[in-house]
């Protein structure tokens, strides 16, 4: 038995080398990168030449135009406002409820409690793409067509349940005995809540936070049938629009694309952990 | 606040300490009320309440004007099932769910195994490249990609064009089946590095001592992939797959910004079906019918996987 291990130097597994993983990655991150790219060299060049060769450098100058009708075009600035309305109201409302729930669900014990948190569970089989045309009629019943409440209470009410799961979790892993102390020391069940356990939360909320950023910030089915006035459309149907208007305008549509690709990578990078830690943290733990 | 003083009877102390607890248990009352209540409500309000309608809306004839008051038992679904764009849409949709399950995720899986530990330069870099897509909207993919797929000049076509001498461009939204497998080339774009990410991210977490164990009692390095490190990726990959298939079945938004499910139903997806005969033709009760169908789907899906799949890892966590 022995001289069969001796060979085989059991810290190094794998023996594929680092220049294959390369070569793979690369070819990958390749793959993934040209239609952005082609997007990116595609916004600085003329419809002409986009047609012409799809992939190349700008041989006819910057075209740096295209930005600025994009960025000096009202309806953009108007859409990119309700994005944001949209956005912070969806987060800020899933964070807070979210977490009220996740604590009733974690540290207090009252009647009831089993049982609503298994109906709240339930919302997580029914993604909101599933049940549009449902809450395309409650949101008719109540009023709420043209109205951005149309929009964000929809987004925050199917986003609980997921929220609720990773808070949950986190705030449940936090031990008793700093909960008994804080009440030795004189706490009441909500400054404990409060002043201990959201602060030490802080990752997972942040986690929860980001995740709604997304879901807010990217959000198109939902406005497409909520809201019919151009007025309050939020920057994913923007940006329909404005191709509907320059649907062979290339050049510019990419424009618009590519100013819309910016926050959204620059977001990915500050909050890349917490994306991680907020997909994986609900049903795994570690 | 309650402290005893020292000049407290006994009896006095009691009756303050009962007064105290039933003070305690009226807030405590209070308190979880605050806090469940605002959440529960949004939730029956948004969630349960339209989806327990959709039930009763899909036996009527509704067009939306007025309330529903055409019982109509159950034509609507008997109209549903014999609707040739509907037996299109639900194929297209098994069809993305079949495609991701066996090529998306092993090839995620395939990837993360090969990269995802050991000496590699770069590794934030890389990772933050194949995660990109996951991050940009689904419109944004969308429209990029109507681009790169144009028959003339998207890149698509013009790279096999001066690869392939004599290659007749294809319209890869054009035509029946390949329009799918385009849509599905695209998702698998934007999904892949997200998989890839959560296997990635498992096996890091996987003590390194115990696949050494193995391997030093004589285990070859595939069995050491069968029976311990795969094993140990079991509840992200089961979670992969719950996530994989209701992702698929909800897939509306890239589909229908790059075909609007056309040409004809060549690319008809349950999600385009829902929004053109339910919501665009205010159909509401049909249209309820088909959310309802979907509802049936989706939940016997989640919980027969809940039942015989998951139910072994939340044991595990316990």
Redesign the interface.
């Known amino acids: 038995?022995s001289d069969?291990?001796v060979g085989?130097r059991?810290?190094k597994?794998?023996k594929?080398s680092?220049t294959v993983?390369?070569v793979?990655?690369i070819t990958?991150?390749l793959?993934?990168?040209?239609?952005?790219a082609?997007?990116i060299l595609?916004s600085v060049r003329t419809t002409g030449e986009?047609?012409?060769?799809?992939?190349d450098i700008p041989r006819e100058g910057l075209q740096l135009q295209h930005y600025t009708e994009v960025l000096t075009d009202g309806d953009f600035w108007n859409s990119f406002r309700n994005s944001l309305i949209i956005t912070v109201g969806v987060t800020v409302f899933n964070v807070s409820?979210?977490s009220?729930?996740a604590?009733?669900f974690s540290r207090?014990t009252?009647r009831g409690r089993g049982l609503?948190f298994n109906?709240?569970s339930?919302?997580l089989?029914?993604?909101?793409?599933?049940?549009?045309?449902?809450?395309?009629?409650?949101v008719?019943q109540?009023g709420l067509i043209n109205s951005m409440w149309g929009i964000i209470?929809?987004l925050?009410?199917?986003g609980?349940?997921g929220s609720?799961v990773i808070l949950r979790g986190f705030f449940t892993s936090i031990p008793n005995e700093l909960e008994d102390a804080s009440y030795i020391d004189?706490c009441?069940?909500?400054g404990f809540f409060w002043y201990i356990l959201l602060p030490l939360a802080r990752p997972a909320l942040a986690s929860v936070a980001v995740l709604q950023v997304?879901t807010g910030?990217?959000e198109?089915?939902l406005p497409l049938?909520v809201l019919t006035d151009p007025k309050l459309w939020p920057l994913?149907l923007g940006?329909?629009q404005y191709?509907g208007q320059f649907g062979t305008d290339?050049a510019r549509?990419?424009a618009y694309?590519v100013i819309?690709?910016v926050p959204?990578?620059a977001?990915?990078?500050f909050t890349?952990r917490y994306?991680?830690t907020g997909?994986?943290g609900g049903?795994?733990?570690? | 606040m309650s402290s005893l003083t020292p000049s407290a009877t006994l009896s006095d102390s009691v009756g303050k300490m009962a007064a105290d607890r039933r003070r305690r248990n009226w807030n405590k009352a209070g308190m979880v009320l605050f806090m469940v209540l605002p959440g529960m409500i949004l939730f029956f309000l948004f969630v349960l309440i339209p989806i327990a309608q959709s039930l009763i809306f899909s036996f009527y004839k509704w067009n939306g004007l007025g309330p529903p008051e055409i019982f109509w038992e159950l034509k609507n679904f008997e109209q549903l099932f014999k609707h040739k764009a509907f037996h299109a849409a639900l194929w297209h949709t098994l069809g993305f769910v079949a495609l991701s399950l066996s090529i998306q995720l092993p090839l995620a899986l395939g990837l993360a195994l090969l990269v995802g530990r050991g000496e590699l330069p770069g590794r934030r870099l890389f990772r933050m490249m194949l995660f990109v897509p996951y991050v940009f909207s689904e419109i944004i993919t969308a429209i990029i990609w109507r681009y790169v797929l144009d028959p003339n000049s998207g890149l698509i076509n013009v790279i096999i064009g001066s690869l392939v001498p004599g290659y007749q461009p294809i319209a890869w939204l054009g035509e029946p089946n390949v329009i799918i497998l385009a849509i599905f080339f695209v998702l698998t774009w934007k999904y892949f590095g997200f998989y890839m990410i959560l296997y990635m991210a498992a096996i890091q977490n996987i003590p390194g001592d115990l696949e050494d164990a193995a391997r030093i009692d004589g285990a070859s390095e595939r069995q050491v992939l069968w029976n311990i490190t795969l094993p140990m990726l079991g509840p992200t990959i089961r979670l992969t797959i719950f996530l994989a298939v209701l992702g698929s079945i909800q897939q509306f938004v890239i589909v229908w910004v790059m075909t609007q499910g056309g040409p004809v139903d060549y690319s008809e997806t349950l999600g385009t079906y829902v929004y053109k005969y339910g919501i665009q033709r205010l159909q509401l009760g049909y249209g309820s019918s088909v959310a309802v169908t979907l509802f049936v789907i989706t939940l016997i899906f989640s919980l027969g996987y809940q039942f015989f799949v998951l139910r072994r890892d939340y044991q595990d966590t316990r």
Do not use: H, S
Request: hydrophobic letters at 70%; glycine letters at 4%; aromatic letters at 14%.
């Open positions: 038995m069969i291990t085989r059991p810290d597994p794998f594929v680092v993983k390369l793979i990655l990958l991150c793959m993934i990168m040209g239609p952005v082609t997007a595609g986009f047609l012409a060769r799809p992939f409820l979210a009220l729930l604590f009733a207090i009252f609503l109906i709240l339930l919302g089989l029914f993604p909101l793409a599933i049940a549009v045309l449902p809450i395309f009629i409650q008719r109540l209470l929809p925050v009410a199917f609980l349940p609720v004189g009441t069940t909500w997304i910030w990217n198109y089915f049938i994913p940006i329909m191709q290339w549509v990419m694309v819309l690709m959204a990578i977001f990915y990078l890349e994306i991680v997909l994986t049903e795994l733990k570690g």
